[in-house]
């Protein structure tokens, strides 16, 4: 028996901030969800599972946060799961709900996933002193820095392509109501003069720290058929994972990437990415991660990438445009930062992106990766269902 | 087999929480003196109170006050408290529904012994002197054989509300670094960098961790590596690190030592932090009385060329 197709019939997303004061978690977790069931005329009486996820529970300090949650998601007397794959959490909680639908488990689920950095500090949370160990001797940005100089010189990218990136994220936040970083003074020159913090990333080339929650209503053939607006499709979806370090781990472009877009193309009948999918939004949570993943993603061959971000190809009004909402380099709220890739792709298909909707987009990849190139998680929604 | 190590490891973080509209009037409530609950749909009395109703899925935020007396509804005896419980004596750990409420809430009851408390035995709030708005404003509970007490109906509207508290959380835990680990620890206060290579890829892991990640076969031949080794990539690090006293710029390194199959990762010293490049040849410098090199520094021989690399950045 063939699988059941999913469609996404609801999105809903906070305003991303950097500290959401006014509510706890569960008031955080609470308006996605809401946002997500108006967006879908559906009320919770009509939600079958719950499927949430975030990041690591040290970057609260709320261990199992889902077992509070269930009164404010209305799971109580349901199934309700969660999803632990650090930084791609999102995307992997989206994908594990949407398998619940397409193995016809249940007919429409409600996923969701949230991070409220304010309340601890993700840095910390990350860099727990071990005994013996020698102590992390470069912060944040000293984990990525050294990936992107060996893909710089592997590629032959000029220095400036880091900062093209920021500046067309930070523009596309401009069009984006719910993007945490809204920088209306926004130019070229500014990022290329903030300060140079991990050389070679510039203080603009980094993600933001953020407060937020994103949330989607997935649900069969039956349920699209009851949408008040157009749903999208998913065409293909796929889960890897490689360990974080091991003789031969390539951090410039991953194999578990690699093979985790492959499957995620052969799903949905994609052999020329870069022709037959209409935009990506792709976790870049620093600039260079950009043209890094284009390669990995199979858009540019090896040492490419770059120069299609230099071409403008991933602008907006590019042919390919990447991150039009923005992306992790606008909003960051780790653990809801891969559903937010996963939605605003949804949202694109489903032609309700606003003012950062790509004309005629009929196939939008979702991408998200966590725990130091660990784990990938992706998927192809199309405007059309799959077997169309 | 030597020792494998051992060392305390304790977690700790101030964690802070913005308590939303219902938990922030029932915690200023507590500092006031009044215990708040909500009212659900079907006419309950939910104390402590929550934000969204466990049937419905509705809102609710029909706050109602409480009595500070109630009935103990199960309880369990803590013999010996443990840093940060509420009582420095033995007590018992106690659900009280309070007069007027549904639901019971979870507290400690002061009590002489374990034959002092019994299910259904009447206690009331033993209120803390200095109150912050906090679920510690209740001090514990304590035995009580008067009147129920009435509520006065307060509305749950506050001036100066608490709005976010600082929940602290410490773990402790004991660490062991394994067997591998400690053989790689113990090498190296003799100044020496001891790896171990994969009985299946052939390949020397440097720290070991006893099994190769991607053959998963333990691993236990012992291979010495380095001292030498090449600067595969690296960032030049130009902001100060909280707790790492080290002056900005500086370089970070990966660093191939000779015969590692993957890089680790160390500062590089003694030449100017702009001239550092990939495939600069570099050793260690240790000083006394530290478990890892300080950092390392130029060999002066000629630069590794990149393919003899590559496959390790
Ligand atoms: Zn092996």
Redesign the interface.
């Given at each position: 028996m063939s699988k059941e197709p999913v469609a996404v019939v609801g999105i809903g997303q906070t305003k991303h901030v950097a500290?959401?004061?006014?509510?706890?978690i569960?008031?955080l977790v609470?308006e996605a969800a809401r946002r997500a069931l108006d967006d879908a005329e559906l009320t919770?009486a009509d939600i079958d599972a719950v499927v949430i996820g975030k990041a690591p529970d040290?970057f609260?300090?709320?261990m199992m946060p889902e077992l509070y949650l269930?009164?404010?998601?209305?799971a109580?007397g349901k199934p309700m799961l969660r999803v632990h794959t650090a930084g791609s959490v999102g995307g992997s909680t989206a994908l594990v709900a949407a398998n619940l639908v397409a193995a016809r488990v249940h007919g429409t689920v409600l996923t969701l996933a949230f991070e409220?950095q304010?309340?601890?500090?993700a840095m910390?949370?990350l860099s727990?002193?071990?005994?013996?160990?020698?102590?992390?001797?470069?912060?944040a940005?000293?984990f990525f820095?050294?990936?992107?100089?060996?893909y710089m010189?592997?590629s032959g990218a000029p220095e400036t392509v880091g900062a093209l990136v920021a500046y067309k994220d930070r523009r596309n936040a401009l069009k984006n109501p719910y993007a945490h970083l809204h920088e209306h003074d926004i130019t070229l020159d500014k990022v290329m003069a903030s300060?140079?913090?991990?050389?070679?990333?510039r203080y603009s080339e980094t993600c933001p720290s953020s407060d937020g929650a994103c949330a989607m209503v997935l649900t069969d053939r039956a349920g699209a058929a009851r949408a008040p607006r157009p749903p999208a499709w998913m065409l293909g979806g796929a889960m890897r994972s490689e360990?974080t370090?091991?003789?031969?781990?390539?951090?410039?472009s991953p194999q578990a990437g690699q093979d985790c877009a492959a499957d995620v193309y052969r799903q949905a009948g994609i052999t020329d990415p870069r022709r037959e999918i209409d935009g990506a939004e792709i976790y870049v949570p620093f600039s260079w991660y950009e043209p890094m993943w284009l390669e990995n993603l199979g858009f540019a061959g090896e040492g490419e990438g770059w120069k299609l971000t230099e071409a403008g190809v991933t602008e907006l009004d590019g042919d390919l445009p990447v991150n039009m909402s923005g992306g992790v380099l606008s909003t960051n709220p780790i653990g809801a930062s891969g559903m937010i890739r996963f939605a605003e792709a949804a949202l694109q298909v489903r032609g309700q992106a606003g003012e950062h909707q790509v004309d005629g987009a009929r196939r939008v990849l979702g991408h998200a990766y966590g725990g130091g190139s660990q784990f990938f998680s992706m998927w192809l929604v199309g405007a059309e269902p799959p077997d169309s | 087999m030597p020792e494998v190590l051992k060392a305390p490891l304790v977690v700790e973080f101030p964690f802070t929480r913005s308590l939303g509209p219902v938990q922030s009037a029932f915690l200023t409530g507590l500092r006031e003196r009044v215990v708040l609950g909500v009212r659900t749909a079907d006419g309950r009395t939910l104390v402590p109170p929550v934000e969204y109703d466990p049937v419905t899925a509705e809102d609710i935020r029909d706050l109602v006050e409480v009595a500070p007396t109630g009935t103990v509804t199960t309880w369990a005896w803590n013999h010996a408290p443990r840093r940060g419980q509420p009582l420095t004596t033995p007590f018992a750990w106690v659900l009280v529904r309070l007069d007027g409420a549904d639901t019971a809430l979870l507290h400690a009851l002061d009590a002489p012994g374990p034959d002092a408390v019994h299910t259904g035995m009447r206690v009331r709030i033993r209120w803390a002197a200095e109150r912050t708005g906090a679920i510690t404003d209740i001090a514990c509970f304590e035995p009580y054989d008067g009147d129920r007490a009435q509520p006065a109906g307060h509305t749950g509207e506050f001036e100066d509300p608490v709005t976010g508290i600082v929940a602290a959380a410490r773990l402790d835990y004991t660490y062991s670094p394994g067997r591998a680990q400690t053989a790689y620890i113990n090498a190296l206060s003799g100044r020496r960098t001891v790896g171990e290579r994969c009985p299946s890829c052939r390949k020397v892991y440097v720290p070991p961790r006893g099994a190769c990640p991607t053959c998963g076969v333990a691993t236990s031949e012992q291979v010495e590596v380095g001292p030498r080794g090449t600067v595969t990539t690296f960032c030049i690090v130009n902001i100060k690190a909280k707790n790492l006293d080290i002056e900005v710029p500086y370089v970070y390194a990966h660093i191939a030592l000779d015969g590692a199959d993957l890089a680790l990762h160390g500062r590089i010293g003694g030449i100017p932090y702009d001239e550092v490049r990939m495939g600069l040849r570099v050793e260690p410098v240790w000083t006394e009385g530290s478990r890892y090199p300080d950092h390392y520094r130029p060999t002066g021989e000629p630069d590794a060329d990149y393919d003899t690399y590559k496959e390790l950045l």
């Open positions: 500290a959401r004061r006014d509510v706890s569960a008031g609470r919770w040290f609260e300090g709320v269930a009164d404010a998601l209305g109580v409220k304010s309340e601890s500090n910390w949370g727990l002193p071990i005994p013996f160990q020698q102590p992390l001797l470069a912060g940005g000293g820095a050294p990936h992107i100089r060996a010189r592997r300060p140079m913090l991990w050389d070679p990333i360990p370090l091991f003789a031969g781990k390539d951090f410039v | -």
